[in-house]
Structures are given as structure tokens and as C-alpha cells.
């Protein structure tokens, strides 16, 4: 049976950056939603909007037909749907799952494997796109899980974001962000790097960005992310602590398959030596500070 607006109710756990404005999306769709976070006053704006804030996530499990789930680690995740009062204890049967966390293939397919004993559905389905992509509802969606269940949720996918890919099974989704984390974490020495020479060769860096931005070097974070560094804004779209920990599930996963990722080792070393300065909490363009101080700019 198909899932239709009118009588679908999304629960929605995870209001942080990107999750208020995908499930602001759903909203503004015309869905029902219920909201839960651990922080309520990050709920408040939806609140207003018309979600239902439910006090605990097995109340928002239990009168749930599909459950989105946007949280920061993967031992979060772990809680949230293994957990006595977790999901995967309190859904109905015949309930959609689906994790947009950037967390483990090997959790996703657990997930996968215990939401399927019960009767119930899930996918894995990393984002890409930051707050910009977020707030636009122009997400890169990458998902794992069966056709059908994909299909079902198609619908819901297509109000968050626009390129919406199904990569294979449970915990192909998952795998996918890991490639595209990749990408980004060698790409972020680069831009730094470009904008670093930039200065130090006396040049105006915005005007280099006009040249550069849209020949070979051309990149998301080149133009999105570069700006912020140059205008000193480093607030998070995208948390460093957070692609620190996508950047270990990335790192430990290459292990398991015995494939060397020095570019990502690199990063990741330099990330965390960010993140000892006290940026943490601040957004991946942050980076740039590390080239800043090195350079004595």
C-alpha cells in the first residue's frame, strides 16, 4: 500500500543544522510531522510551524509510519535504534526507517537486518550539500535498502534533495558518503593551500576565486566554502568534530578492505590538530586558520 500524504506521519529525530531545515521541507510539503531532539529549543522553530514535539523517542516511534533519523555519531545512531527505548523497540510493524546520519555501513546493515526480523523497512541514506544544500532542498541523497522500499520513499527524498541515488544494498548508501568524504577532505587541503598562495603572492584572493572557480580547479568547497574562509566566517555548515568522525569511519572502513587513503590520512591529521586549537565546533572552512598561522598571515 502506498504511502500517502494525508495519513503518513514522519518522526523526525535530530533538529541540529541540517536536519531543522530538511524536516522544515516536509512541512512546508504538507506532512505530518513529529520532532524530537535532545535539545528541544532546537525544535522550536518547526514547532511553530505545525510539528508535534514528542518527549521521548519511543512516543514518536510509536505513532510514526515513517521515521527520518538525523543525529551526529555513530554511537548516537546505535542509541537511537537499539536502545530499550529506542526505535527498532517501539515502531509498529510495516514502519519505514531512514538514517540520514553520516555513520558505519556495518551499523547500517544491522539496522537493515533487525528492522527486516520485524517486519519493518530500512534504508540508509547519507546527505551531501552542507546547510546551503539543506536549506535549498538540493541534497545529494545517497541510499542502500531494497528497490521497493526505496521507491516508497522516493517521494519524501525528492522534497530534501535532487540527486537521489540508489547505490545497492544496505550499507551502499553509507559506503557512498565515505566516497564523497574522501573526495572533500583532499579537496579541502587544496582550496586552503590555493588560498594561502593566493595572499602570499600579494594577489586578491576573491579575484583568484573569479579565475579559478570555474575551470578544472572548479569545486563545492571553492566556491562556497573559500568565500567564508576569505570573509574570516567559520561558522559551521558543516562541524569539524563531525567530518573528524566521518573521516575515522572512512579511514577504518578502507582498512577493512585493505586499501591505503594517504590524502585522507593527511587530512584527517590536520582536522584534529584544528580541532586541539578549540574549533571543534566550527565549520570545515576553519581549516584555512591552520595555513593562516603556519604562514604567519
Not at 23 to 39: C, E, F, M, P, S
Not at 257 to 272: F, N, Q
Request: aromatic residues 8%; proline residues 3%; neutral net charge.
Amino acid at each position: 500500500m502506498a504511502l500517502t500524504k494525508e495519513e503518513t506521519i514522519i518522526g523526525f529525530i535530530g533538529t541540529g543544522v541540517m536536519g531543522r531545515s530538511m524536516a522544515a521541507h516536509l512541512i512546508r510539503a504538507g506532512y505530518q510531522v513529529a520532532v524530537y531532539n535532545r535539545t528541544k529549543a532546537s525544535a522550536a522553530d518547526l514547532i511553530n510551524m505545525g510539528a508535534a514535539w514528542q518527549d521521548t523517542i519511543a512516543e514518536l516511534a510509536a505513532k510514526s509510519k515513517v521515521v527520518i533519523t538525523m543525529v551526529g555519531y555513530p554511537k548516537d545512531v546505535e542509541e537511537v535504534y537499539f536502545g530499550e527505548k529506542g526505535i527498532l523497540n517501539h515502531a509498529k510493524e510495516g514502519s519505514y526507517f531512514i538514517d540520514m546520519t553520516t555513520s558505519s555501513p556495518d551499523l547500517a546493515q544491522r539496522i537493515y537486518a533487525k528492522a527486516k526480523a520485524k517486519g519493518m523497512h530500512a534504508l540508509d541514506a547519507p546527505v551531501s550539500g552542507g546547510d546551503i544544500g539543506a536549506k535549498e532542498a538540493r541534497l545529494a541523497i545517497m541510499v542502500g535498502g531494497d528497490e521497493g522500499d526505496f521507491q516508497e520513499i522516493l517521494p519524501i527524498f525528492e522534497i530534501m534533495g535532487k540527486n537521489i541515488v540508489l547505490q545497492g544494498n544496505a550499507g551502499a548508501g553509507q559506503h557512498t558518503k565515505m566516497c564523497n568524504q574522501i573526495a572533500i577532505a583532499s579537496n579541502m587541503i587544496g582550496v586552503c593551500e590555493a588560498m594561502a598562495y593566493a595572499q602570499k603572492a600579494g594577489l586578491k584572493p576573491e579575484t583568484v576565486l573569479k579565475s579559478i572557480e570555474t575551470g578544472a580547479a572548479a569545486s563545492f568547497s571553492l566556491s562556497n566554502l573559500a568565500p567564508r574562509m576569505l570573509a574570516n566566517n567559520y561558522a559551521p555548515g558543516f562541524y569539524v568534530k563531525h567530518f573528524i568522525k566521518d573521516m575515522t569511519i572512512a579511514l577504518n572502513s578502507a582498512k577493512q578492505m585493505g586499501l591505503l587513503t594517504p590524502g585522507l590520512e593527511l587530512a584527517k591529521t590536520l582536522y584534529e590538530k584544528l580541532a586541539e586549537n578549540g574549533e571543534e565546533n566550527s565549520g570545515t572552512q576553519a581549516l584555512f586558520k591552520l595555513y593562516l598561522e603556519q604562514n604567519g598571515q
